[in-house]
């Protein structure tokens, strides 16, 4: 699925995921962010096809392209 969202001036990936959490509810805040509304560590984020690491908090500018990937699993 695919979703366009405008922010506030300096936007942040944090201000994103919670805009996001804000828009859909609670199941996708638990999915993105943990208590303290942190990135979730299992969430992969890359932002125009380069990955966000862990603990990297990215500036975002008009027209980037996030990608969210939750985690998986199974055999």
């Known amino acids: 699925a695919e ?3 405008a922010l ?3 936007p942040d990936l944090s201000g994103l995921l919670r805009a ?3 828009r859909h509810g609670e199941p996708l805040r ?3 962010l943990d208590g303290s ?3 979730q560590p ?3 984020v890359f932002i125009n096809d380069a ?3 862990r603990g990297e908090a ?3 500018k008009d027209g980037d392209e996030v990608t969210l990937m939750a985690p998986i699993s199974g055999g």
């Open 42 to 44: 299992a969430l992969l």
């Open 30 to 32: 638990a999915m993105l």
């Open 37 to 39: 509304g942190a990135v």
């Open 8 to 10: 506030d001036s300096s």
């Open 58 to 60: 990215p500036a975002l």
């Open 51 to 53: 990955q966000v690491l």
């Open 3 to 5: 979703e366009s969202l």
């Open 20 to 22: 996001l959490a804000e």
